[in-house]
């Protein structure tokens, strides 16, 4: 027996199931085998959804870093790392302001919160890195600046403006 493996009119394989022996399939195992076929079908887009995401930030010069349900940095583009390593003396005396920005499908306080979480969280990589953190201030946006309406947009309203000052 095979299953096509797909998500959103996308096939990405199929599973194929085999015995020794020809036999019928009950409705219970093919509803089965059928939830594990869009398993893999998820895993697979998935991880090219995290491929595709990669190879399109490594090459941007926008500061960009993805972080965990947890707002925590899991990932970040040369760009965030070459400001990571920016020589500190270069930079005495100035200021760093964070803006988070959030997508609008949150009420308005949720999405301030979030945003201002998340500009807390670049701060806190940036000062992991060894910047200065009383050089830098986080403010919040939320979803004041949206203009996504669907999840490429939305995608571009979830981030964080840096901004140097004198």
Known sequence: MAISTQRDEHVYGLLGVHFKQPRTFSVDEIAFMERVAAALAYAIARARSEEQFRTLVEHVPDVIGRFDANLRLVYANPALEALAEFPTDSLKGKTMRL?????????????????GRRADNVKGAIAGAGLDSARMATTSRGEMDATGTDESGWEKDRRVDIMLGS
Request: aromatic residues 6%; hydrophobic residues 35%; without cysteine.
């Open 99 to 115: 803006v988070g920005h959030a997508d609008p499908r949150g009420d308005e306080e949720y999405n301030m919160v979030l945003a």
